[in-house]
Nanobody, 119 residues
């Protein structure tokens, strides 16, 4: 059973927008720092944006001012709003949850969703 379920990838022209969502269980949502990573062919997976369980946001320099990560507390999910998309944003985007309690720590990954930005 998938712990993280992603939606929202697709094909968009440069300058356009997309919104990704990542849903999880209530327990994982409350006790995780959650974020988005991306990987394009021939490149390592890289952090795009992250939000801690306390609400602190962190962004890669390449997406600052264009992408926004936000929580949906009632829905146990996070969003990644991507504006002013560029062809270099093309990648598979993966949701991540760094789950930590006093008893355990685990990392979860989504299945990935393709984002393609054309010129």
């Amino acid at each position: 059973q998938a712990q993280l379920v992603e939606h929202g990838g697709g094909l968009v022209q440069a300058g356009g927008s997309l919104r990704l969502s990542c849903a999880t269980s209530r327990n994982i949502f409350l006790d995780s720092d959650m974020g988005w990573y991306r990987q394009s062919p021939g490149r390592q997976r890289e952090l795009v944006a992250k939000i801690t369980s306390g609400g602190i946001e962190n962004y890669a320099d390449s997406v600052k001012g264009r992408f926004t990560i936000s929580p949906d507390n009632p829905g146990n999910r996070i969003f990644l709003k991507m504006d002013s998309l560029k062809p270099e944003d093309t990648a598979v985007y993966y949701c991540n949850a760094d789950y930590s309690t006093s008893e355990t720590r685990r990392e979860y990954w989504g299945q990935g969703t393709q984002v393609t930005v054309t010129d």
